[in-house]
């Protein structure tokens, strides 16, 4: 373990009262706040950052001076975890640059010839430890949750000794040779030789995946996979884009799916995100999301958001059109590598392209691994289902995606983007974490009709928000939307 890379401290804050402030006793107290991030695969680090802060507290006057300043390490990785005297010493160089400022900005004041007061590893052993305990608390929980157990779900393929965890050791054989190959390290030939069988699991999976009778899961089933699951994808393949949205997004409701009645929408609560306590009551899973998570869905066309959900006839159906508030892009996770999607969409392509240039960088051992579990993650979120429960793989990796806490602050996703299945892969979907749709995008238009003929297997052709697929009547449009999220029309 090594710090592979310093980074420039910065000052966080600096105040500094007038020296008639200061007349009287005055306390110097200094303290720190740190933080880890998760390791990044593809880098090979984990990011570390001190927190210096210093304050003066005058009798009187209350706080008279009050500094604070960050220093960020990044971190090379290998396996065990970083050891509490590794980390005191970040905390002491980050303490030694925070005195440097302080000696240099406290000159010609009355705090000149004051001293920054140096830790001792005595004082911060304890503290030390439970940050590495938090920061191992995954891997450990994941130890004892009893995952091991399950090494073994119906007909899919027992899980490799390779994704183990073992005694003394944070990581896998697996998550080791990954490691390394991204760090463009040298593996031996019997690392080689297991990663080979690692690449035959996951196609062994792929196959078994596509026969498991998802309809019959009972609830200890559905518990049992995802236990099968975390394990089988205990080892993530992390990429991010950025995407460009140049045009309008639209999500389709039904609105006596949503309000019970088949009555004109006059809330947008029912054209955003559905909160959580539906989501759990609900209980089901969808495409990107559990019955623990909430997502805003989003399409790029009309059209698209019909041929998702076939409306029924003759009922009010109210379109919510979107687009973002100030910034225009958005750093999205892209499902890239199903091979029809490639054939007739052009930012699947461009993105499964992008991906295959990873093998002028990186062994062609590991780029065959990640286009493995890309390809299969990429069937999870294309397939047809007829149940919800077939979504329950790619839900529960959604769920990890969309999760800073687990993925790390160097993937902190916006949102998901997948072909859509309805638009024969035409089109993209969007599934968008909740603060982002808050933030970041606004509702600026209503339309609402009713479909009185539809042919869903047609084929859009027409503007985004034209309709081609579909007879409507009624069609009305609105977008006079209060401050308070009602609707008027």
């Known amino acids: 373990m090594k710090v592979e890379t310093k980074f420039p401290i910065k000052i966080i804050e600096w105040h500094h009262e007038p020296a008639k402030k200061f007349i009287g006793k005055n306390n110097q107290d ?65 303490t030694i640059d925070f005195a440097k ?72 054989t697996e998550q080791i040779i990954v490691f390394k190959l991204c760090a463009l390290q040298a593996i031996s030939e019997e690392e080689r030789k297991i990663f080979e069988e690692l690449e035959e699991f996951y196609d062994e999976l792929n196959t078994e995946l596509l026969l498991l009778d998802y309809e019959s899961f009972t609830i200890k089933d559905l518990s049992d996979f995802k236990k099968y699951i975390q394990y089988a994808f205990n080892s993530h393949v992390l990429m991010s884009s950025q995407l460009t949205v140049v045009r309008n997004l639209y999500r389709v409701v039904i609105n006596e799916s949503v309000s019970k009645r088949n ?46 959900i076939h409306p029924p006839l003759n009922k009010l159906v109210t379109i919510g059109v979107w687009t973002p508030k100030n ?65 329950a793989l790619s839900a529960l990796l959604s769920e990890y995606i969309l999760s800073p806490k687990d993925v790390g602050a160097n993937y902190n996703y916006d949102c ?24 970041q995008l606004k509702l600026i238009k209503i339309i609402e009709f009713e479909i009185t003929d539809a042919d869903y297997s047609l084929t859009p052709n027409g503007d985004w928000e034209n309709i081609s697929i579909a007879q409507v009547k009624n069609r009305r449009e609105t977008e006079n939307i209060m401050p308070d999220g009602t609707i008027i029309w």
């Open 30 to 94: 200094i303290f720190y706040e740190l933080g880890f991030s998760k390791t990044d695969i593809l880098t090979n680090c984990f990011q570390f950052s001190v927190r210096v802060n210093m304050q003066y507290r005058n009798m009187s006057n209350g706080i008279v001076f009050n500094a604070r300043t960050e220093s960020n390490f990044s971190i090379g990785y290998q396996n065990n975890g970083p050891s509490v005297e590794f980390l005191f010493g970040l905390l002491d160089i980050a």
């Open 101 to 172: 400022i302080f000696d240099k900005r406290v000159k010609q004041t009355n705090l000149v010839g004051q001293k920054v007061t140096r830790q001792k590893i005595k004082d911060w052993t304890e503290n030390l430890q439970k940050e590495i305990d938090h920061w191992n608390a995954p891997a450990k929980k994941f130890k004892e949750s009893g995952a091991e157990r399950l090494s073994k779900f119906k007909n899919l393929p027992n899980i490799p000794v390779h994704k183990m965890y073992t005694e003394n050791s944070e990581g896998t």
């Open 263 to 308: 009555e004109t929408i006059t809330a947008i609560k029912y054209l955003t995100y559905p909160s959580l306590e539906i989501v759990k009551n609900i209980g089901k899973y969808n495409r990107a999301s559990t019955s623990n998570t909430t997502l805003l869905y989003l399409t790029e066309s009309v059209d698209t958001a019909l041929k998702e």
């Open 327 to 391: 910034k225009r892009t958005f750093t999205h996770y892209p499902i890239t590598h199903h091979d029809r999607a490639i054939e007739v969409n052009e930012q699947t392509a461009a993105g499964y392209n992008a991906t295959q240039q990873l093998s002028n960088i990186y062994d062609p051992a590991l780029v065959r691994y990640m286009n493995k579990y890309f390809k299969l993650l990429s069937r999870e979120y294309s397939k047809l289902v007829s149940n919800d429960k077939q979504y």
């Open 416 to 439: 998901i983007v997948y072909p859509s299945v309805g638009n024969n892969y035409i089109t993209r979907n969007l599934a968008v974490n909740p603060d982002v749709a808050d933030s």
